[in-house]
């Protein structure tokens, strides 16, 4: 009997480390740091059914087109990056961030491929730095 118990106590201590070890290693996995993609945007013309923002002075602008995920982004006569954010599973858990990049005036746009339904955030801005840049507000569509 008392081997049966301690065979027992031993199978309890052994799932418990398991299961400690797989919650630590969802944890650590669901809080590591979203690495920013990076890329620079292709000459082309957006549809009229897209959502966009732009910044304070006019000149830049910063879409979004659900059907195929393309960021778009107008220059006026600067460089204007367009900043975004993909949440997924749930709105609050950030999944990828980036910059679209254009170096050019006019529009462009940089092909995306974020999961469906999930919460997309997109802003202008006239610098691709973290620092000294001025931005519009941010948008929030759904891809």
């Known amino acids: 009997m008392t081997e049966r118990r301690g065979s027992a106590m031993s199978f309890t201590r052994r799932l418990v480390l398991l299961v400690a070890v797989l919650l630590t290693m969802g944890t650590t996995s669901a809080t590591a740091s979203v690495e920013w993609e990076v890329n620079y945007a292709l000459p082309g013309t957006p549809p009229d059914s897209v959502s966009c923002t732009s910044d304070s002075f006019y000149a830049g602008v910063v ?3 659900a059907h195929g995920d393309i ?4 220059s006026g006569y600067t460089h204007v990056t367009a900043w975004w954010w993909n949440y997924y599973p749930s709105d609050s858990v950030l999944h990828r961030q ?3 990049v254009s170096n050019r005036s006019g529009w462009a ?6 999961h469906e339904r999930s919460l997309i955030a997109l802003r202008a801005c006239d610098s691709p730095d973290q620092d000294d840049r001025l931005c519009s507000s941010i948008i929030r569509p759904r891809a």
Do not use: A
């Not at 960021?71 to 107008?74: C, G, H, L, Q, S």
């Not at 746009?109 to 974020?114: E, G, H, L, T, V």
């Open 98 to 100: 980036g910059k679209c």
């Open 109 to 114: 746009y940089c092909n995306k491929n974020m």
């Open 63 to 65: 879409c979004w087109e």
């Open 71 to 74: 960021v778009w982004v107008y």
